[in-house]
């Protein structure tokens, strides 16, 4: 990848997503663990442990090339993204739920992400190439944390400027993400036809069991219709920029971030088309 964008590029806009991200939040969304926490429990178990297993299991059945399979793991390893809040609206799941989730998980994923990477870069036996190491480990928590906080700061005193920055920062989130798909897809241009070849289905299937068992495992926990929604959508939409960052920044490997790309390239055209089905479904339940 360019070495402007990976340098200045990519750390800005992985900061700016999380300022976004922070102008959303308060205090409150923390202390919000409390009111729901089977709800909050059940997601956060789906997303840092069930997850995992689950695209580790599909990267072995596929039997994905080193690097490919560190970056499904990376991914997977990956907290909900911004858009999770917006899907969640716009199929009535439970937003506050969704920033709830997004914060813990945010902060919880700085431990595991690494944790969860480093298994991955083990069991293929790369550590001579590529590796997750202490001080890397502290570069991302700043990139993410800091510009978190600072947007908290922001909103609670400047309430006004935040309500209004919310859509600009979720429709530049989404804008920016899809920059670096095609970034990445660009530089790996050559290479892409076989990349999506290897991981494009595991990619596809991986998105599609994530929004599904984000809904089923807390609807059987006995989570009500809303919270359910908002878990799916939490599970489903990873912070593929985090990803993305991770692997190039972290890394230093585009090929370990093209996973988060073409998972991208799925995430919200199916995220969309589950969301419309759960709609459906509870407008036709409610009806009978």
Known sequence: MDSALSTVGLPLALGIIMFGLGLSLTPDDFRRVGQHPRAVVVALACQLILLPAVCFGLVLLFDLPALLGIGMMLLAASPGGTSANLFS??????????????????????????????????WYDREDTVSLQFLKVVEVFAIVLVPVLIGMLVR?????????????????SAVILAVLVIAILVDQRENVGDYLADVGLVAALFCAVSLVVGYVIPKVAGIVESQAIASSMEIGVHNATLAIYVAVEVLDSTEISVPAAVYSLFMFAFAAIWGYALSRRIRSASTA
Not at 89 to 106: C, E, M, Q
Not at 158 to 167: E, L
Request: overall charge positive; aromatic content about 6%.
């Open 89 to 122: 609206h716009l199929f009535h799941g439970d937003v506050a739920l969704n920033v709830t989730l997004t914060a813990i998980n945010s902060v919880i994923a700085i431990f595991t992400l690494p944790v969860i990477t480093n298994l991955a870069i083990a």
């Open 156 to 172: 609670e005193r400047r309430p006004d400027f935040a309500a209004r920055m919310d859509k600009p920062v979720r429709i530049g």
